[in-house]
């Protein structure tokens, strides 16, 4: 009898547990995932924070999600923006309102100044992903597209004030843009940082007093007392940092005023949904190493200081530069100056090799400098960073990795190592001859 309920009892704590650890997600949070997953960042940059190059458009790229950007000349509303995703043209576009067909055609079947003879606008089109996803989903793109395009704003001074520092002291990188994202983070209780203007949020913070406690000593009194919340507060990979040493006076109430005013002003309703790709501990059955590394450096947290691809630009106070580095030049820093080295190098770790594997023979004369600073990569991974003797510590410090890098707190591999320096030394760009053969998507 005693056994019978003993086991009653597991079980119903674990669905208890099992339950409360579902996360609240936000509709900014579910469009910036779908965005990723319909390939959004691959036109619009990493993050739909950079952009990227486009022969022939306006400004010579596609925009960025950027307030105040060139995307504002493309956007009069909502049901434009609606229309761009789902059309690939809002109707106000549409000749005699039939809706564009797309052909393909060769950029040297036109000669130097085809885009401008037939105003074509750029190479690469906007694509229809009408039947894609549901309403709700639409509106969660919505959501995240007019989030970063927009980035409303606090009207009073103060308000203002605490949404600047937010941002130049790197706790959107963590929370995510504006406070309203939030970010993959294993060993949590939830599995992710929460937004400020979610549901999740409540149950962390409970009033003002624990607010000022959590920015200035990074943890709570009412936490550091519960052996259980402990287990995940100090067990999670990214450690809220203590910004005690960092604020100026004042500084404190303008954050507090700002993430007041963020709560006061949701985007929509938020509710309960499976993010379930964002907080996974278990990796999909990638085909290509970097896939698999892209999937670990965004699910694992990495993503929230090193930015999206690495491109870097989250505020560190008192770091070098007073930013967290990027990770884009990677592959330069390992002494990989041709693309074919990389590739080289990607080859070996796709095939579950060790670049340190004493069996192996790389052809290349200063593959000790590619291996040296392969050690050094992989040792940072495992054991992190520690700031400095000289001067204020950094806000942020390079947590370690070697004990967690899963939601269920599960160590890494080697190969899980070897992923993550594959994807990030694929991400260099390399300069490249134009090719005199482009294929371009043409309007009828």
């Known amino acids: 009898m005693t056994i019978a309920i003993t086991i009653l009892v597991s079980i119903l704590v674990s ?3 099992a339950f409360a650890r579902q996360p609240a997600s936000t509709p900014v949070m579910r469009g910036y995932y779908l ?8 036109c619009h940059g990493p993050g739909g924070v950079q952009g990227a190059a486009n022969f022939g458009a306006l400004w010579g790229e ?20 609606r229309e761009w995703i789902l059309y ?3 109707r106000r576009l549409w000749k005699d309102d039939v809706k564009p067909e797309v052909k393909v055609y060769r950029a040297s079947e036109f000669g130097k100044d085809w885009v401008h003879e037939l105003g074509v606008g750029g190479i690469v089109k906007m694509p229809a992903y009408e039947g894609l996803f549901s309403d709700e989903e639409l509106e969660d793109l919505l959501a995240f597209v007019k989030l970063m395009s927009e980035s409303k704003k606090p009207i009073s001074e103060l308000e203002l004030k605490g949404r600047d520092l937010a941002s130049s002291l790197g706790c959107m990188g963590c929370h995510g843009p504006d406070g ?28 003002e007093d624990e607010l000022r406690q959590w920015i200035l ?6 936490l550091e007392k519960n052996p259980l919340a402990t287990y995940f507060t100090h067990g999670q990979t990214i450690q809220m940092p203590a910004f005690e040493n960092v604020l100026r006076d004042g500084d404190l109430e303008a954050i507090i005023a700002y993430i ?15 993010l379930g790709p964002w907080i996974s501990s278990t990796v999909p059955d990638f085909p290509d190493i970097t896939e698999r590394g892209k999937w670990l450096y965004e699910r694992s947290g990495c993503v929230s200081c090193h930015g999206p691809a690495g491109i870097g630009g989250v505020a560190n106070k008192n770091a070098s530069g007073g930013y967290v580095p990027s990770l884009e030049d990677l592959a330069e820093n390992m002494e990989l100056f041709e693309p074919e ?9 796709n095939r579950g090799i060790s670049l340190d594997d004493k069996e192996l023979e790389v052809p290349l004369e200063h593959f000790d400098s590619i291996l040296g600073q392969y050690k050094s990569i992989r040792k940072l991974i495992l054991t992190g960073a520690r700031p400095g003797s000289k001067g204020q510590p950094p806000a942020m410090v390079m947590p370690a990795w070697r004990h967690r890098l899963y939601t269920d707190n599960s160590p890494p591999s080697q190969a899980d190592i070897n992923a993550i320096i594959a994807y990030l030394i694929s991400l260099y760009e390399f300069e490249e001859e134009d090719s005199e053969e482009m294929i371009v998507a043409v309007e009828d």
């Open 35 to 42: 965005a990723q997953e319909m390939g959004c960042f691959a």
């Open 180 to 207: 309203r994202g939030g970010i993959s983070n294993p060993g949590s209780f939830k599995g992710y940082i929460p937004p400020w203007d979610g549901d999740d949020y409540a149950e962390l913070v409970r009033n």
């Open 62 to 81: 596609t925009p960025p999600f950027k307030a105040g950007g060139a995307i504002m000349s493309f956007i009069q509303s909502d049901q434009d923006i």
């Open 15 to 17: 669905a208890f547990l």
């Open 217 to 222: 000593e990074g943890k709570i009194d009412r």
């Open 88 to 90: 690939g043209l809002p």
């Open 341 to 349: 080295e990389v590739d080289m190098v990607i080859s070996i770790l």
């Open 260 to 274: 007041n005013w963020l709560r006061d002003n949701p985007i929509s309703d938020h509710s309960m949904s499976d």
